[in-house]
């Protein structure tokens, strides 16, 4: 499990085993814009202002994931045990 805090929410939430971050978020009242929940479609993608993300989607391409600044939140994950991003 890991942290993500949605800055401009104001809300951290604790992301478990078999729960995607974008799954936690709306559980706690942030609204995440999700279409395909499958890495895919990139409708979810969000900046990563702190922490690093575990890519799991098929929707950044390489260098884009290896910059670390965005994320799919419907599919991956995380690398640090806590995550910033911007929603
Ligand atoms: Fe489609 Fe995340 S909802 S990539």
């Given at each position: 499990?890991?942290?993500?805090?949605?800055?401009?929410?104001?809300?951290?939430?604790?992301?478990?085993?078999?729960m995607?971050i974008?799954?936690?978020?709306?559980?706690a009242?942030?609204?995440?814009?999700v279409?395909?929940?499958e890495?895919?479609c990139?409708?979810?993608?969000?900046?990563?202002?702190?922490?690093?993300?575990?890519?799991?989607?098929?929707?950044?391409?390489?260098?884009e994931?290896?910059?670390?600044?965005?994320?799919?939140?419907?599919?991956?994950?995380?690398?640090?045990?806590?995550?910033?991003?911007?929603?």
């Amino acid at each position: 499990a890991f942290e993500v805090e949605a800055a401009a929410s104001g809300v951290t939430v604790r992301v478990e085993e078999g729960m995607s971050i974008a799954q936690a978020l709306k559980a706690a009242g942030v609204k995440v814009d999700v279409s395909c929940e499958e890495g895919v479609c990139g409708t979810c993608i969000c900046d990563v202002l702190e922490g690093t993300p575990d890519h799991r989607d098929h929707f950044l391409n390489d260098e884009e994931k290896a910059d670390n600044d965005q994320m799919a939140v419907c599919c991956s994950r995380a690398k640090s045990e806590r995550l910033v991003i911007d929603l």
